[in-house]
């Protein structure tokens, strides 16, 4: 199993612009959710989904849109990129809701 | 509401003994977690210790609970320079898969 893994590693957006953080799984996993981690602070949940066609709001949800139309994967959609958005970017799965999550290398993003 | 606070930095000679502490707010958390991470890595889980036990044993890693203090630790024993990282506690609260974290703890290993 190549576990939980994201793309692209590193990216630099300007301002405005859109861009997609891809997450893939290939444990079968239910659960799978979106963290930033910003300097000095933990992770904070983004989004997260407890099944295909099933996505719901984490505590930091404004300016990030998802999506669960497969099992495996759970793209972080970016519509208007802003400096804020400047982070680390985790994706994490687990096979339940309850079970313990597991992370991905994540995704450095730089908004100019 | 629901908080988990660490300290920031902590120094160790190696083949000391390294305790990392953790405080949690919510008393209703099922699991608590640490996980590590090294400079540019994932967070790889390391341990957790569910909230009805008071201390969990794993080679080198020992983890303490006090549920009714809230608090948590993890006890590296003979702590080695590959120990040289951030580690981050975390509580599961809610009844959806929801981690809090902490803002992690940096743990540096010198000769």
């Known amino acids: 199993n190549a576990g939980v893994t994201q793309t692209p590693k590193f990216q630099v957006l300007k301002t405005g612009q859109s861009m997609t953080l891809q997450c893939a799984q290939d444990?079968?996993?239910?659960?799978m959710s979106w963290y930033r981690q910003d300097p000095g602070m933990g992770l904070r949940l983004i989004h997260y989904s407890v099944g295909a066609g099933i996505t719901d709001q984490g505590e930091v949800p404004n300016g990030y849109n998802v999506s669960r139309s497969t099992t495996e994967d759970f793209p972080l959609r970016l519509l208007s990129a802003a400096p804020s958005q400047t982070s680390v970017y985790f994706c994490?799965?687990?096979?339940?809701?309850?079970?313990?999550?597991?992370f991905g290398p994540g995704t450095r993003l730089t908004v100019l | 509401g629901e908080d988990v606070e660490q300290s920031l930095f902590l120094s160790v000679r190696e083949g000391d003994s390294s305790v990392i502490n953790c405080t949690y707010t919510d008393s209703s958390s099922t699991y608590l977690y640490w996980y590590k991470q090294e400079p540019g890595a994932g967070l790889q889980l390391l341990t957790y210790?569910?909230?009805?036990?008071d201390m969990k044993q794993d080679q080198r890693l020992t983890v303490l609970l006090n549920k009714k203090d809230k608090h948590l630790s993890l006890r590296i024993a003979d702590t080695q320079t590959g120990d040289s990282a951030i580690y981050f506690c975390?509580?599961?609260?809610?009844?959806?898969?929801?981690?809090?974290f902490g803002a992690g703890t940096r743990l540096a290993v010198h000769p």
């Open positions: 994490a799965s687990s096979i339940t809701n309850t079970d313990t999550q597991y």
């Open positions: 975390a509580e599961k609260t809610g009844g959806y898969n929801k981690l809090i």
């Open positions: 210790i569910f909230s009805n036990m």
């Open positions: 444990m079968n996993h239910e659960y």
